[in-house]
């Protein structure tokens, strides 16, 4: 009798161990999803306060987003009826300078640039803009005479020669009413 008694104990502590690492699997799958989909949460919670605020998360939370959306939209919408925006145009003198090139044979020479501008500004900023002409103009010749030949190769060439200017213009401005640069002749020689 105590050999069928040690017997069933020793069956049911082996039972018992087999079942103790199944319970431990499987617990440990579903604590490790509520983790992850925990952790998920809180990164979006985050994620949408720093894009949109807490009063945006509270705004989208109560379904008020819209409203204020459309409010923001129809503010606009009248500030433009008041003030239309109307743009002018200044034509500056022709520049001529020079600029480094090289030649075929690598060396570095001297080339002329000439080059016909225009400023687009808003006429709203339109007086101090044409009272800093000449300032404008002296920056703009500082500029292309540190530019070379390579510089002004194909269209991106173009693009960042008249992203600088503009944004020399703003500069001696002092204000955002230089809208664009026209370039209406350049010629390289």
Known sequence: MADNEEKVQ???STTEEQEVP?????GGLP???IAIV???SI???GG????VGIGGVGDILTGSAEETLHKEETKEEHAEEEHPTSYSIMNMEEFIVNITGRTLQGRVTTRFMK???SIVYDEEHGEKIKDRKLFIRDSFQDYMRQLSEKDLEG???LLSLKSELLKRAKAIAGTKGPQEILIGDLVIQ
């Open 22 to 26: 199944k319970k431990g699997k499987l």
């Open 38 to 40: 925990l952790l998920s």
């Open 155 to 157: 269209s991106y060439g």
């Open 31 to 33: 604590l490790k999803i």
């Open 115 to 117: 080059v016909k501008l």
């Open 10 to 12: 020793e069956e049911a």
């Open 43 to 45: 990164s979006l919670v």
């Open 48 to 51: 949408l306060v720093a894009a």
